[in-house]
């Protein structure tokens, strides 16, 4: 699967369902980014079962501050409406992988007691 553009319209819609969303937060002036791009992209080839949507920080201004991304590009990974990571910089292809099992390995309900748990 490509790429999914997320804007303010469908990132709720897309990053609020079932499964993995990856979400790459870049902009066109950023060299990491454009940098970043082709790993993003060869990544999303490999795991059509997994959602890796791209928001341009111009044109989503308010998703960026939504999420306070203050560096660019920043990864951040989503299942099943979680947030379970977020960090700025452009990972390489093999800790990209590396983040994917991971998220492909947590056991949601554990993460959902402990998110209980924090916010009580």
Known sequence: M???ELTTANFDEVAG???IVLVDFWAEWCGPCKRFAPVYERSSAKHPDIVFGKVDTEAQQELGAKFDIRSIPTIMAIRDG???????GAL????LENLIEQVQALDM???RKKLAEHNH
């Open 92 to 95: 390489p292809e093999s800790a």
């Open 109 to 111: 309900d554990d993460v």
């Open 82 to 88: 979680v947030i379970v990571f977020a960090q700025p």
């Open 2 to 4: 490509a790429t999914v």
């Open 17 to 19: 369902g079932d499964g």
